[in-house]
């Protein structure tokens, strides 16, 4: 009986840890398709999409594990963040995208947190927003502090990504409503 409980832990704990790398795997795969946008330092990408879905599928703690393990491999200079930003490692997170960045912990911990098992659309439109709010939050500071002007800083940060966004938040909301449930039931 013991034998059969610690078998089926380490099932569940290799469940986890593949999880937590796959989730890291696709924001890393998300940041390679980037769109500079003029007068903008920031690039569109789908990796606020990716940030979103982890955190909603994996759920809180795993979905900021995974994040968290994303910018550690950034920051150990490998290629995983927005091939148009010219900053490698540590540099990239006090750059202009770093905000960003540094806010995907927090999203995907969010989101999680709100989207639950079996909810229904309106309750994971309402995570995947708040997701998106702290992303969003969290590159304005940044950009904030560079540029010494708020208004600057959400032209430069916030304003062009508007629609994009709302297009993510459809994406979203539809992907984590029908594959929430499976996937946590793995995990």
Do not use: C
């Amino acid at each position: 009986m013991e034998r059969a409980i610690a078998v089926a832990e380490r099932s569940l704990t290799l469940a986890r840890v593949t999880a937590v790398v796959l989730g890291a795997a696709l924001v890393a795969a998300a940041a390679q398709i980037a769109v500079p946008l003029p007068g903008t330092p920031v690039p569109m990408t789908l990796q606020p999409l990716a940030v979103l879905l982890v955190g909603g599928l994996l759920g809180a703690r795993l979905g900021a594990s995974s994040m968290v393990l994303y910018l550690a491999l950034g920051i150990a200079g490998l290629p995983v963040f927005t091939p148009t930003v010219p900053l490698l490692g540590v540099a990239r997170l006090l750059g202009p995208t770093g905000g960003y960045l540094l806010a995907y912990p927090v999203a995907a911990f969010a989101v999680g947190a709100v989207v639950r098992e079996g909810q229904d659309w309106r309750r994971v439109a309402l995570g995947v927003l708040a997701g998106l709010a702290l992303i969003h939050l969290g590159g304005l500071a940044q950009l904030a502090i560079l540029t010494g002007n708020l208004e600057g800083a959400a032209r430069l940060g916030t304003l062009p990504f508007l629609l994009g966004d709302l297009a993510k938040l459809a994406v979203a909301t539809a992907v984590l409503t029908k594959l929430t449930p499976a996937v946590r039931a793995r995990l």
